[in-house]
């Protein structure tokens, strides 16, 4: 049930909650005005550009100002249709609202002091802006394990991670303490938490419908129960990156305070260059940053990186009672013609690829638990009348291990690229396009898989990526 509240009027376009307005008059008295005035405003829009994709084929949108704390995200001009943009399903960008890139500042402090090859956790990943610049900033050496509580959330921030093509992300359904209870730990842990959402007011209205004083407090608990159950996932000596996107101090300072007080944590200083107007906030265990609507270009969030000293929290969930059971996995000679540098493995009747540098690891991680999606999905293996049957998965040409050549590649023009996305099997190929399986790319970006037989077209881009608007312009 909604609790009733009162609001107060700011500006015609926006209606807040009259004790929202209020604590913003307490926290900041010198431009409360300012700052909301500028809930009032137009959001920002902004893409990150993906390092693992061709960066020859060309975006259909139009660039704006580069955002300055994130060295691949850009401003747009104006707000296009991503759904008719076969790059946007290619995984050659993202959008992501420009503050969340914020986490680029603090991996640009902690990647030094992690170890070589490290195991980082993305607690609250979906739909995966945050994983994917993980993934971005430490894919090639270390491995990001994407996790969203969410059953239906999960599977969309699978498809994003998938579609973003590193070949060292696994994807996961777990709740916090059963990660802990698993046994493994992580060298770095990002925790964007569930929060009131304060942040999110000016370019979300269901954000202002749904807040209270009650949920925002709700919050603040519920964020403490979550990094309790995760911190002995967490080395001693690894780093946590805690972000939020609301104001509420309750969520944000008083909560890295109790991490430091009661968690065994310290605050890591962030280097904030002179003039991306982001807040500095002293609280009594160190610096946490802010983003406020009238000081950057971007909506509300909170951000501190900590770092472990001690563990106060040395018991672990039991497992047996927790349900967890390890998968088995076991390495296999096939499929391994069609991906660069990896090892593959056979879970099943799938098979996998793994980075080869980061097997050992990564096969741990995935027999401890059972991901929806662990390294890069190369193909099911089934028999049919006595003979091996290889099925290559939707997400391998997706991949940037996937080896060029090993699957023949037709490129096709946009409104055919979108007819494939669409699901369409009507589609338009040259001439001399072999029978068999095809990679159908757009501008050189790989988007999916066809398989032809004589003259019919069976399209494999998977049912629930398929885009479900016309398409016709």
Not at 374 to 397: M, R, W
Not at 414 to 429: N, P, R, T, V, Y
């Amino acid at each position: 049930m909604r609790i009733a509240h009162s609001f107060l009027t700011i500006m015609p376009e926006k209606i807040l909650p009259e004790a929202f307005v209020a604590r913003i008059k307490g926290q900041r008295p010198d431009d409360a005005d300012d700052f909301l005035r500028a809930i009032s405003g137009d959001p920002w829009l902004s893409i990150r550009t993906n390092p693992f994709k061709p960066q020859e084929s060309h975006l259909p949108v139009a660039m704006g100002d580069a955002v300055p704390w994130c060295s691949d995200g850009n401003y747009l001009n104006d707000r296009p249709l991503f759904t008719l943009i076969p790059q946007f399903h290619g995984g050659a960008f993202y959008v992501q609202e420009a503050s969340s890139m914020s986490l680029s500042v603090a991996l640009s402090v902690v990647t030094p002091l992690l170890p070589p090859h490290p195991t980082c956790l993305d607690l609250c990943a979906a739909p995966g802006g945050k994983a994917t610049l993980l993934l971005s900033r430490i894919g090639q050496q270390g491995i990001v394990v994407a996790n969203e509580v969410v059953r239906q959330r999960a599977w969309i921030l699978r498809e994003n991670i998938a579609k973003w093509g590193a070949p060292s992300a696994i994807v996961t359904n777990k709740k916090p303490d059963e990660i802990a209870a698993s046994g493994v730990t992580f060298d770095l842990i990002t925790v964007d938490a569930p929060c009131s959402g304060e942040g999110m007011f000016r370019k979300d209205q269901t954000a202002i419908d749904e807040w209270s004083p009650k949920a925002a407090a709700d919050c603040a608990t519920r964020q403490r129960e979550i990094l309790t159950s995760i911190w002995p996932a967490l080395k001693t000596g690894g780093f946590l990156i805690y972000s939020t996107c609301t104001y509420n101090p309750d969520e944000n300072e008083r909560n890295v305070e109790w991490m430091v007080n009661e968690l065994g944590a310290e605050i890591i200083k962030l280097h904030i260059p002179e003039g991306f107007g982001i807040e500095t906030l002293q609280t009594s265990t160190g610096e946490a940053y802010a983003f406020y609507p009238h000081k950057v270009k971007g909506e509300g969030l909170f951000i501190c990186l900590l770092r472990k000293v001690e563990d106060t929290i040395p018991q672990r969930p039991d497992t047996k009672k927790k349900g967890l059971q390890r998968i088995e996995i076991k390495e296999s000679k096939q499929g391994t013609e069609y991906t660069n540098g990896l090892k593959v493995y056979l879970k099943g009747d799938e098979l996998i690829g793994l980075p080869a540098t980061l097997a050992s690891a990564m096969t741990e991680l995935t027999k401890a638990l059972s991901p929806l999606m662990a390294g890069v999905p190369i193909g099911t293996v089934l028999k049919k009348n006595g003979t091996s049957v290889f099925t290559p998965a939707p997400e391998l040409p997706l991949s940037a291990a996937f080896k060029s050549g090993s699957i023949p590649e037709v490129n096709l023009p946009e409104q055919q690229a979108l007819k494939f996305l669409h699901g369409d099997s009507d589609l338009l190929l040259p001439d001399d396009a072999p029978d068999g399986w095809l990679v159908i790319s757009h501008e050189g970006l790989r988007l999916g898989l066809v398989k032809v037989i004589g003259k019919r077209l069976n399209n494999y881009y998977p049912k629930e990526w398929r885009i479900k608007m016309n398409i016709n312009r």
